[in-house]
């Protein structure tokens, strides 16, 4: 027995016509006569009564229409979720605080405009959750700097991150030539919370070099930070990705790529495991809105 014969009955009892189950199938007509033949030898019974026009059902046929007709709808059902499920997801995606509020969602309305049915799971964490979060297959894809030494996982880097201080307009750092850590310490800041990684290679920059520092606010966002960096209340260290051009009316921006590490930002995904199709469809995305690579084919 099998699932297209099943079909082939059921849709020939509905319609009472092997002719017109054959059009609604879009198969031959002999094709459900075959079917239908099989099945009841299978069975070992007769399913219709063929001696009149429109067939009707015999007993058997009619008990087996009402036991089969829910398991194929069920079926059905099932080919049709699983092929939304491919095709609208969702995508489960882990990046780091600092990368979601700027970079992903410039990457998500791009990708959004072309594919507005698919969803998406988003975890924001450090970046070592992130990387364990990739391992362990509870998402698909990260975004964020490399991992460390690891052998289960693909590294594509897509743009640079560089750290910039942040600092008052009229604040004395301002007008200097910034050149080292020394520069920074003196001054109260404000920075993210300890798990980021700039804050971390931040403060391990000011321990290797001996450097006493005050912290007097920290934040989750970036968007808030530079908002108490322009009331004068102290100076701050961010990615650069997180400054859009309309800040540096408000605030002063001074590279700091001489005194902190610049680092690839880019997708890690995990060895071997299958890449649903949205989520290929988004690396093409990131490649193209973030390194400027031409997308391929999926």
Do not use: C
């Amino acid at each position: 027995m099998e699932i297209r014969e099943l079909k082939s009955f059921i849709v020939a009892a509905k319609l009472s016509s092997i002719s017109k189950a054959a059009d609604a199938l879009n198969v031959g007509q002999p094709t459900v006569t075959s079917h239908i033949k099989r099945l009841e030898n299978s069975l070992g019974i007769i399913l219709f009564d063929r001696v009149k026009r429109p067939i009707k059902l015999t007993l058997p046929g009619e008990k087996l229409l009402n036991l089969a007709s829910p398991l194929i709808d069920g079926i059905d059902s099932l080919s049709l979720s699983t092929r939304d499920a491919e095709n609208n997801g969702p995508i489960y995606i882990a990046s780091t605080p600092d990368i979601i509020p700027h970079t992903l969602l410039r990457v998500l309305k791009v990708f959004i405009s072309d594919n507005p049915n698919v969803q998406f799971r988003i975890s924001s964490a450090p970046r070592e959750e992130v990387i364990k979060m990739v391992q362990s297959g509870d998402v698909e894809l990260g975004l964020s700097p490399p991992p460390r030494r690891s052998t289960d996982l693909n590294f594509e880097g897509l743009f640079v991150f560089e750290r910039v201080l942040l600092a008052p307009l009229n604040h004395p750092i301002a007008s200097e030539n910034l050149i080292s850590l020394e520069q920074v310490a003196p001054w109260p800041l404000i920075l993210t919370k300890r798990t980021t990684h700039t804050r971390q290679i931040l403060e391990e920059g000011f321990r290797i070099k001996g450097l006493n520092y005050d912290v007097i606010l920290e934040l989750d966002s970036m968007e808030v930070i530079k908002r108490y960096v322009s009331l004068g209340i102290g100076i701050s260290v961010g990615p650069r990705l997180a400054i859009e051009p309309e800040d540096e009316d408000i605030v002063k921006i001074i590279s700091m790529s001489n005194i902190l590490p610049v680092e690839q930002v880019g997708i890690i995904t995990l060895q071997g495991k299958q890449i649903s199709s949205p989520a290929k469809k988004l690396i093409n995305v990131m490649r193209k809105t973030l390194s400027g690579k031409k997308p391929k084919l999926v």
